[in-house]
């Protein structure tokens, strides 16, 4: 295997690693030979059964909320002294509803993980992030289309891209790379939020080149590339692993 797409010996923070595409870009990390970091904040028994999986040679647990100034210091303190060779923020959360049904807190909750806390942990963090270094911010589709009842979550996924890009740009001297890697529909559980969510996933895999939703194994090969020296002429781009399901109108 070409060296330069190998992650062996790197070290990787990944928030929001106990479940879904966070879960599945660990394992493929671990599986690479990287060393894992994994924050979360509920998922216990998942993070448990993980670190029995895997052993503590290969990941470590930091169970922290990173939407509380406590949260974020308890990670940063655990993270003291570690050089990371990247970072990947799988960690997210939203509320999906019109507009007529959302408020300022509904506002503030899903902004403050899926980009104020990723904002505040690369400012902390930047001095521990090794030159090479590769950054990685998952998000969606409804960052660049109008999706129902996903204003929210959109507009965070929006605000989340170009943060992405501007830090690609004010960090490319300090040789650390952002990139964004957008997932097409997936079967996790955040599809169970809606009430016909069978049904919007029988719609979704009609337009689908193929008929199938993308695997979170397919997402995660992709998260290990953007970690890998292979992908160091990537910086500050939007990669789409969805089967081709944003070609089809």
């Known amino acids: 295997m070409n060296q330069n797409f190998s992650v062996d010996g790197k070290t990787i923070l990944v928030t929001g690693g106990t479940r879904g595409i966070g879960n599945a870009i660990v394992r493929a990390l671990i599986q690479g030979g990287a060393s894992v970091i994994v924050n979360f904040v509920r998922e216990q028994k998942k993070a448990d059964a993980m670190l029995s999986e895997f052993g503590e040679e290969n990941l470590t647990l930091i169970r922290a909320d990173l939407t509380r100034e406590k949260g974020m210091k308890t990670l940063v303190a655990a993270l003291d002294g570690i050089t990371l060779d990247g970072l990947i923020h799988c960690a997210a959360t939203g509320v999906h509803a019109p507009v007529k049904d959302l408020n300022i807190k509904h506002w503030d909750w899903t902004m403050n993980l899926n980009v104020r806390a990723f904002f505040d942990l690369i400012v902390r963090l930047q ?26 979550v959109g507009a ?77 002429g990537i910086n500050g781009h939007s990669l789409v692993v969805d089967r081709g399901e944003r070609i089809v109108f």
């Open 127 to 152: 001095h521990q992030l090794n030159h090479g270094a590769s950054v990685v911010a998952l998000s969606s589709e409804g960052a660049v289309r109008a999706v129902p009842n996903y204003t929210l």
């Open 156 to 232: 965070s996924k929006g605000a989340l891209e170009s943060l992405c890009r501007h830090l690609a740009l004010d960090m490319c001297d300090k040789g650390v790379r952002f990139n964004i890697l957008s997932p097409g529909s997936v079967l996790t559980d955040s599809w169970k939020v809606f009430d016909n969510w069978e049904e919007r996933i029988a719609k979704v895999k009609s337009k689908i080149p193929g008929n199938e939703l993308v695997a979170v194994e397919e997402i995660a090969s992709v998260a290990l590339f953007l970690c890998s020296d292979a992908s160091k």
